[in-house]
């Protein structure tokens, strides 16, 4: 069957193509994609090509597919699969397959198996991992989001503390601690902080500092402080370029002591650096997002090291279970992944997205595979609508859920516009 996608061909070049998909064997499954949104991975692999560690070295004979925060519905499926799913079906999946080894990943490694693509087919290593999920909710941009989610999800379960004299790692973050997201108002630190508001074991302070005010007024406007406080958790958003002394002020806020658990959104020497500095004992850094330049290092605190057992990580990506995390706690309205969506797209728009995602101001970037419309922010809806009602439409949805991507705007939007 015919199938458009955006597919890698070297660096810096991504095109929208359309070509045969074959046809799938005994142990593959062959899905439509109705949702992908964009990750600054996917734009660091466009950048990068063959020099990207996921990418294959014949990515010009054969080209990826790109795009993996995927939703959509299963459409055939082979024999060896069919006692598990049929067709019909909803699906997304954790693309982390790390599968015999490798750095395989669909949207970075595949010919046939991305999320920019109207169908793809779905290789058999995902099923025996395990990586393949059936979606049960009503909108198909949560499960795209929870594979954003999960890689944050991932991130405060791999945290971990000590005991002086006690060798073994308490996992997770600390339980009634302090957290702090740093660079953190842009839309994984919102994950980030929606997370960590919500979850099970909760801190009993979180910081999200950035140096963007408008990032910050809308992550206020969207996670009010006294919110947290009734929950019992003591939220601040601090704007760390007004500050004559970053770190001082930070570890103020603490009390002096400094965090338990620290999160760097940005790979930006002076972001890593006060990371290191706020750490209180036994804080945990986690070095969350990851460099292009394979030189990246910054100054970190060693005599805080030794003497106050502060320690880094980096983690990339979440498992299975961080995704089936993601899935259940938005489904049972404890989070809210649309936290992070600013703009809406159609694949035509995907390719130009991905290679300008660093220039495109706000949050993830969501894309419907099979619409062909621009990539229009929400906040831009009601002016586009001058011109189409249909957008007058969606902008009344979004403005009555505070601004946010929500299941009913994605219905509409799925059932008014042109479909392919």
């Given at each position: 069957m015919k199938a458009k996608a955006v597919r890698l061909h070297g660096a810096n070049d991504l095109r929208l193509d359309e070509f045969e998909l074959p046809e799938i064997k005994e142990d593959e499954i062959l899905v439509k994609v109705v949702s992908d949104s964009v990750c600054m991975s996917t734009y660091k692999c466009a950048i990068l090509g063959v020099n990207h560690k996921r990418v294959h070295e014949d990515v010009a004979d054969h080209p990826a597919i790109m795009g993996h925060e995927m939703a959509g519905d299963i459409v055939k499926v082979g024999a060896k699969h069919q006692d598990k799913f049929k067709p019909g079906m909803k699906f997304t999946l954790q693309p982390a397959l790390n599968y015999k080894g490798t750095m395989w990943s669909p949207?970075?490694?595949?010919?046939?198996?991305?999320?920019?693509?109207?169908?793809?087919?779905?290789?058999?290593?995902?099923?025996?991992?395990?990586?393949?999920?059936?979606y049960k909710g009503k909108a198909y941009y949560e499960a795209s989001l929870a594979e954003p989610m999960s890689c944050s999800i991932g991130a405060f379960n791999a945290a971990y503390h000590t005991h002086m004299g006690v060798y073994k790692h308490e996992m997770g973050i600390k339980k009634d601690g302090k957290l702090a997201i740093l660079a953190g108002a842009g839309p994984m630190g919102l994950g980030a902080l929606t997370y960590a508001l919500h979850r099970d074991i909760r801190p009993k302070m979180v910081v999200v500092a950035d140096v963007n005010q408008e990032r910050l007024d809308r992550a206020a406007h969207l996670f009010p402080v006294e919110e947290a406080a009734a929950d019992g958790i003591e939220l601040h958003f601090v704007n760390t370029g007004k500050m004559e002394d970053p770190a001082a002020g930070l570890r103020e806020i603490t009390g002096g002591i400094g965090f338990d658990d620290v999160f760097c959104y940005a790979p930006v020497e002076a972001v890593v650096e006060l990371s290191s500095a706020v750490l209180g004992r036994d804080g945990c850094l986690n070095f969350f997002a990851g460099p292009t330049d394979k030189q990246f290092s910054a100054r970190m605190n060693f005599y805080d090291v030794h003497y106050n057992s502060t320690h880094v990580m980096g983690t990339t990506g979440g498992n299975t279970d961080d995704m089936i995390e993601s899935l259940r706690l938005t489904a049972e309205n404890r989070i809210d992944p649309a936290v992070m969506v600013t703009h809406i797209g159609g694949l035509n728009a995907a390719a130009e997205t991905t290679l300008n995602l660093p220039k495109i101001p706000g949050g993830k970037k969501l894309i419907y595979t099979h619409l062909n419309m621009p990539l229009v922010a929400l906040a831009d809806l009601r002016e586009m609508g001058e011109k189409d009602d249909r957008y007058t439409a969606l902008a009344d949805i979004v403005d009555a859920h505070k601004g946010l991507w929500c299941p009913e705007a994605e219905e509409y939007l799925l059932a008014h516009f042109e479909q392919e």
């Open positions: 949207g970075y490694s595949y010919e046939f198996f991305g999320g920019d693509t109207t169908y793809c087919i779905i290789p058999a290593e995902v099923m025996e991992l395990g990586c393949l999920l059936e």
